[in-house]
């Protein structure tokens, strides 16, 4: 078993900047591949970046390529989004997802274990 609790999301204007966590406790953190996915309103969850288990190679969305850095810390079995020159389409929950697998897919079924959401609100 995996839990993942998010922080970090809030209210920024567009052009701004946040830095999501998901601090992960239980099965071995840096085995895990993992990911973060948003849902924003009226739409179907998508993937949005990941990250290898083991060597940390990383896989991102086209829509937040070059805005968006995702990092993990095995140590403190925490993984990290920096988000850059947010855009108000960026509106969104965004979810940590993890899967028993140190590869990563941008499919939502192939994900384990999710945590509970953090609301991230970008105005114009």
């Known amino acids: 078993q995996v839990q993942l609790v998010e922080s970090g999301g809030g209210l920024v204007q567009a052009g701004g900047s946040l830095r999501l966590s998901c601090a992960a406790s239980g099965r071995t953190f840096s085995n895990c591949g993992m990911a973060w996915f948003r849902q924003g309103p009226g739409k179907e969850r998508e993937f949005v970046a990941g990250i290898r288990g083991r060597i940390s190679i990383t896989y991102y969305a086209d829509s937040v390529k070059g805005r968006f850095t995702i990092s993990r810390d095995n140590a403190k079995n925490t993984l990290y989004l920096q988000m850059n020159g947010l855009k108000p389409e960026d509106t969104a929950v965004y979810y940590c997802?993890?899967?028993?697998?140190?590869?990563?897919?941008?499919?939502?079924?192939?994900?384990?274990?999710w945590g509970q959401g953090t609301q991230v609100t970008v105005s114009s």
């Open positions: 997802a993890a899967r028993e697998n140190v590869v990563v897919t941008t499919q939502r079924t192939d994900y384990d274990y």
